[in-house]
């Protein structure tokens, strides 16, 4: 069965923002669906809501629509391109909803739409829990015993008849939205709630505990004509308990004879046969009983995932390609491996390596979320390793994650070993480490973590060899010595510090004395066939299979784990240099260590190291390639740290230089190039103690900003409107130093806060685009939604804004990107901060002006100037680059996953990703904007107003706004008595201390639609954080300042007035050169 | 901890920890590139008078345990690994991989570099290795002792490692985990005679399972002895060593085509081959591991197989109008299956009783079954 003929355009649904349990792993599926099925001929229509990814640049489809993900706007979509299919499976659990969405809503039937990857029926079957529990029986597979409840009492009756702990699953959720471990009926009440609520069909899936059983993962593909293979094993370190999404995981499974994992195969493909998955692939998830080896099935998802993304990048099989091209017909032998060219991709892979995956985790940042683990995922990114043993990829793992932790566990404190052992955490394998350095044996270890002994036991040979090295002075080492370190896995770092060496002289002294780093091949075969793609990865073995070629090269460094502030919008700009430096005539080597993104897929290079970003990995990199040059300013704040050391050590850096980057960086240094220039900044000092910090806030005046140096995202950021704010900060919140110092700066109140990104090539600057944000300044810049083109800034302001620029580029000797934050108060534009990098923003700026910047950026990193690229610019060398609509970047939060957490906006940046939104008016972009973000906006009701003594002539007229389209009005007894001052008729609502029925139970009872809440400033109030968390429990919008209060009384006008309609950037750009629409 | 050295013919020679025994073996140093089931293949007859790399790194994690073993003890020479583990964890382990090695004097050598190994077999091909362990080893004269020791090519040792009189076999398939569901046996209703080329127990296993009173041979057996135990079925199996000098059994096997319905696998598939008058050749580096596909022309399925053969049957040697052939290697197009045109004989070069490997093709069974169901109905 060929190829199909009898279907030429299919649609490919996205998964839409980055958020907790969905992230960019599926822009790396989808990215290779649309990238497998062009190449083929199909004509590719795209729909996804992200505009930080590569699968919606206009390049990889035909039609590239980034719009809601919902119903109505992919139906307009369909309407307007008639796709003859849809590809359902590379979008994630959003793209499936959605693709079962359309054909519950006949719009697929409508318009004669097949759905292709996985049917509407094998779908029910694997996402329902009855219905996969019924087929599982059936075919002889054991599931947990379980019941599906829709109210608590039931749920609490089947708790009392099998026992507690239980696990709780919500229906139809991802990453386990909503889940989690019941060991009590006060828990159960808890999260039996929240779980009904949270499952669009209102139900959950009570399970029998097998907490502490070994976890087991198959990635499992099958075609039309039944052939069938397992991609991949994986093996969680975390026994069940955890979130595999949470979970320390190992490709392949290491603990399982050959019996046991037939056995598990068997079931895979039966589960796979029998929930009807025939063209694609799918994840089946096994727990086992270590006791007596009883196996259940703990679920499957018929579609591509997180794990499969893992297991393409563990195996150098690409999942998600081959899933699409089994979806149009072909079947498993039709397609040849990539990586041996003459073999089959029907086969299964064989590694000789050990893969080892560590979530990363940020609870730092969501104050009131306890650290601990369960069956609801938190991590926001992760790292992946390959070494040629478990011990090796353990090590690389651990310094790929770039916690700023060593691996020694010389903080840790010893009466916690109990607690951080038995409960799971983020910290649990440190802890693990601890309790063997102070003597603790495998037997006590495994009994508090179930932890396999296997996986104990070589932690501890870890922490032993770590031992052994402390005892050594830098005369005792030798060739072997150090081989031996090394092929356990231990650092430059940590081998230094052992024998209290200078890293650097330690590594000097290591390559003295003959052990070097060599690259393997990722091949899918273990050697077997020769290997035609550079996938590598270091070891410590003999011989290196590197093979560096001689043509002119450069090495691009991605950005390590997505965290907050720091995620796809970097690899998308790392993803875009490679594709320029091959189009370019240089070769493109890729070092990255995350396994969801796109970077690292073998294709998207010419060479992939798939290697942490320390400068120890990164110099044995450039030892063997000698790379031309090396590309930092993609990669966010990970290579940044690199440049100047990697520099120091003889490797060219191209583009801005180090010594520039980090004079934008250093307050003292840029403060004068400032003073120079003539561009105002708030004032600002930097202090290394408690009483120089107060000092400063009393001489430059509150409310100041006060924030750690060299940081991204906003971490540990506050505003302090006393001295004792700055007092309990400086005491809790941030550690210093003199090397470290805190920055404290004038914070700008009520001022509009504006990020610009530029390119300059050392003569000419030209701006991408002036973005203003939604939310005023105090709002983190990502947090915080922003427009283009401006819409309420001057002339004037602009005029000056893009001067400022332009000087800023010329004095920083900018070649490349640059972003640079300004604040506009009472018509003074200041700088707030400038980066000589490709900034968060980038993405996001290309598509709303049709310009990849990041490609011309690396152009000019080659020594092309602006003029070189007038054909992709519009034949624009300076000023500000159109754009054609408006379009509106907004933020998406995970604090559904944070029960407890304040959702209020503030510097601290916690958005995990981001929509846009496109309109011929600011609302109509708005308003879109918010419905991809999962807050759509009400179009008629109630809006419920809070908001401080600062707010409150806004707030009259945001009022009457809404009470002219309509809406009803809610409001705390001040706010209340202002608006009825104001004429507005309103209904006073309680306060929540106050009583009852009050504003919370205004939104649990879905009286109101809109929550309108500001900040009173300074700390927050537990009233105003119960309303906020109720909003966010109830799923009832929430805005925080009265800049969003605005913009959502525009988007709700728009509603009014404008049709649903959808453009995609291939017809927004068609005309290159077109004018700026007037506001 | 004591040193091991590999030298092999070609005078590379690598160096690394012993494990297991303290001793010098010589062998065709092969790899294998199974992720599990080592125990299965130091036990498979298959090995002898091999040196056995295996591509996985991290070997010994699950331990050693009775029911996995494929013969009465480790046939294999000599085990080369990245990594042996002092641990062994799984609920099935009796005892650690190494001690199960040790006590029957089969060397280990750890810590090699076993991708570039293979990297160099791969390319220049399968050769003669020693594997010695112990104190003051010399690399040289290692090397020149695997000079000295026998070639594989034209090494008869099936009849070494085969059973030296007929037995019964009578057990099962069991579980290995209270879930593992497996079918009943049926009735015995079919009489099978094995010949014993280096029989793996679970095709043993597997033949009882389907239905069968399994009595197995010696490799030196006649075909008149044979019928004279009136079977309904004639197995041909697995085995270690060149085929070309099993000329007695090739004639035996070529006596009983047309007699008794015929099943061969692996070495059995090569003297089967000789037998209809064909030719076996020998491989570059062989087939060894646990996920080669190979197309079932008939069925047009591709099934992911288990491999151990560095031997195997020229196609082009066979004569077409006698011969179908019936599967074939999707990696290097190499044969792996064929059956006769007019007789109930059939037989395949992978492993359909897999341990270790994916059990896609277990229906060969089945299909034995039918033959001989079918030629009891014609007879009767």
Known sequence: ?1079 | MDQAILALEDGSVFEGRSFGALTHRHGEVVFNTSITGYQEIFTDPSYAGQIVVLTYPQIGNYGANQQDNESGRPFIEGLVVREFSPLASNWRSDEQAEHFLAKSDIPVIAGVDTRALVRHLRTRGVMRGVLAAGPSLDGKALVEEARQSPSMAGLELATRVSATAPYEWTAGVDACSPSQHLQPWPEKRFHVVAFDYGIKRNILRRLVHTGCRVTVVPAGTSADDVLALNPDGVFLSNGPGDPEPLEFQAAQVRKLIGKKPIFGICLGQQILGLALGGRTYKLKFGHRGGNHPVLNKITNRVEITSHNHGFTVDPDSLNASDVELTHINLNDETLEGFRHRNYPVFSVQYHPEAAPGPHDSLYLFDDFIKLMTEAKGGAR
């Open chain 1, 1 to 1079: 069965m060929p190829r199909r003929t009898d279907i030429h355009r299919i649609l490919i649904v996205g998964s839409g923002p980055i958020i907790i349990g969905q992230a960019c792993e599926f822009d790396y599926s989808g990215t290779q669906a649309c990238k497998a099925l062009r190449a083929d001929g199909f004509e590719v229509v795209l729909i996804n809501s992200n505009p930080a990814t590569i699968m919606t640049d206009p390049e990889l489809a035909d039609r590239t629509y980034v719009e809601p993900l919902t119903v109505a706007y992919a139906e307009e979509v369909i309407r307007r391109e008639r796709p003859d299919a849809l590809l359902s499976t590379v979008g994630g659990q959003t793209g499936l909803n959605l693709a079962v969405a359309l054909a519950e809503a006949g719009v697929l039937d409508k318009y004669d739409v097949e759905l292709i990857g996985a049917k509407i029926d094998s779908i029910k079957k694997a996402e329902d829990r009855l219905l996969f529990k019924d087929a599982m029986r059936k075919i002889g597979l054991e599931t947990p015993q379980s019941q599906l409840v829709n109210t608590v009492e039931k749920g609490l009756e089947f708790g009392t008849k099998i026992g507690y702990p239980l696990i709780l699953r919500p229906s139809f959720t991802m990453g386990g939205s909503g889940g989690g471990i019941a060991y009590n009926r006060e828990e159960m009440i808890d999260i039996l709630e929240r779980g009904i609520d949270l499952s669009p069909v209102g139900e959950v899936l009570i399970e029998e505990s097998v907490l502490g059983w070994k976890e087991y993962e198959l990635e499992v593909m099958r075609d039309q004509a039944d052939n069938a293979i397992i991609v991949c094993s994986i093996e969680n370190f975390d026994p069940m308990g955890v979130h595999t999404g949470d979970s320390i995981t190992v490709a392949p499974a290491q603990t399982l004879s050959d019996r046991e994992y037939q056995m598990m195969r068997d079931a895979a493909l039966a589960c796979l046969r029998e929930i009807g998955v025939d063209t694609g692939g799918s994840n089946v998830q096994f727990a086992i009983d270590p006791a007596t080896g009883r196996m259940v099935i703990v679920e499957m998802n018929p579609r591509v995932s997180r794990s499969s993304a893992l297991a393409s990048k563990a195996t150098g099989f690409p999942i998600a390609k081959i899933a699409a091209k089994l979806a149009v017909g072909y079947r498993l032998d039709e397609i040849k491996n990539d990586i041996t060219k003459v073999t089959p991709a029907c086969f299964e892979p064989t590694i000789d390596y050990v893969v080892v995956k560590i979530p990363r985790f940020q609870f730092e940042k969501f104050p009131g979320a306890e650290p601990v683990l369960n069956t609801q995922m938190k991590s926001v990114g992760e790292v992946m390793a390959i070494g040629r043993t478990f011990q090796q990829s353990l090590g690389k793992a651990l310094r790929s994650m770039e916690t700023g932790k060593s691996s020694a566990a010389d903080v840790y404190d010893e009466a916690q070993i109990a607690n951080k052992l038995i409960t799971p955490n983020p910290d649990r394998l440190n802890y693990i480490r601890f309790a063997f350095e102070r003597g603790y044996t495998i037997a006590q270890v495994h009994e508090m973590t179930a932890v396999d002994p296997w996986f104990l036991e070589r932690v501890r040979d870890i922490v032993l060899q770590e031992q052994q090295m402390d005892l050594l002075e830098p005369e005792d080492l030798t060739h072997d010595i150090i081989l031996a370190a090394k092929r356990a896995g231990l650092s430059d770092n940590r081998i230094a510090r052992a024998v209290d060496m200078d890293p650097l002289d330690f590594r000097a002294r290591r390559k003295e004395l003959g052990v070097q780093a060599v690259f393997n091949r990722v091949d899918t075969c273990a050697a077997e066939f020769e290997s035609f793609t550079p996938y590598l990865y270091s070891s410590y073995e003999q011989v290196s299979e590197a093979d560096p070629t001689s043509r002119p090269k450069v090495m691009i460094l991605g950005s390590g784990p997505n965290r907050i502030g720091q995620g796809i919008e970097f690899d998308y700009a790392c993803c875009h240099a490679s594709f320029a430096l091959q189009e370019f005539g240089h070769e493109s080597i890729m070092v990255n260590c995350n396994p969801e993104t796109v970077s690292t897929d073998y294709d998207t290079s010419d060479r992939l190291y798939f290697e942490p970003l320390t400068l120890e990995d990164v110099l044995n990199i450039a030892d063997i390639e000698k790379p031309d040059g090396v590309i930092v300013q993609f990669g966010g704040q990970t290579p940044l740290n690199l440049a100047l050391p990697l520099k120091h050590a003889g490797v060219p850096i191209i583009g801005t230089q180090p010594e520039n980057i980090d004079l934008a960086e250093d307050r003292k240094l840029f403060g004068a190039v400032l003073d120079q220039l003539g561009i105002p900044a708030p004032d600002n000092g930097t202090a290394t103690n408690v009483e120089e910090a107060c000092e400063i806030a009393r001489r430059i005046g509150y409310p100041v900003l006060v924030r750690p140096s060299y940081v991204l995202g906003g971490r540990a950021m506050v505003i302090a409107y006393g001295e004792d704010m700055i007092r309990r900060y400086m005491a809790e919140a941030v550690t210093f130093s003199q090397k470290r110092p805190v920055l404290i700066d004038r914070f700008l109140e009520d001022a509009t806060e504006v990020d610009v990104d530029a390119l300059c090539d050392g003569d000419d600057v030209l701006i991408g685009g002036i973005m203003e944000h939604i939310e005023e300044a105090g709002v983190h810049s990502g947090d915080s939604s922003c427009v283009l083109p401006a819409f309420s800034i001057g002339a004037s302001e602009l005029q000056t804004i893009e001067e400022y620029t332009v000087k800023l580029a010329k004095a920083l000797k900018v070649i490349g990107l640059m972003n640079v934050q300004y604040a506009i108060q009472q018509g003074k534009v200041y700088v707030l901060e400038v980066n000589p990098r490709a900034s968060r923003t980038v993405p996001y700026v290309s598509k709303a002006t049709g310009v990849p910047l990041p490609k011309i950026a690396v152009g000019l990193m080659l020594g092309k100037k602006l003029k070189d690229f007038a054909y992709l610019t519009g034949g624009r060398t300076s000023g500000v680059l159109p754009v054609p609509q408006f379009f509106v970047k907004s933020p998406v939060f995970p604090f559904n996953k944070f029960p407890g957490v304040d959702p209020a906006l503030g510097p601290e940046m916690r958005s995990t990703g981001e929509v846009m939104g496109v309109g011929e008016n600011f609302g109509e972009a708005f308003g879109k904007a918010q419905i991809s973000a999962g807050t759509p906006l009400p179009e008629k009701g109630s809006v419920f107003l809070s908001v401080n003594d600062r707010d409150k002539a806004a707030a009259v007229e945001v009022a009457r706004n809404f009470h002219d389209l309509g809406f009803q009005l809610h409001a705390t007894r001040g706010t209340a008595s202002i608006l009825k001052a104001a004429g507005l008729p309103c209904k006073t609502v309680f306060k929540v201390n106050e009583g009852r029925p009050n504003a919370v139970d205004l939104i649990k009872a879905q009286t109101v639609q809109l929550v309108i809440y500001t900040t009173t400033g300074g700390h927050t109030f537990t009233d105003e954080k119960a309303i906020r968390r109720a909003a966010v429990t109830w799923r009832v919008p929430c805005i925080t300042t009265m800049s969003g209060a605005r913009a959502a009384v525009q988007a709700v006008a728009s509603k009014r007035v404008d049709p649903i309609r959808v453009w995609s950037l291939q017809e927004i750009h068609a005309a290159k050169d077109v004018s700026t629409p007037s506001a």
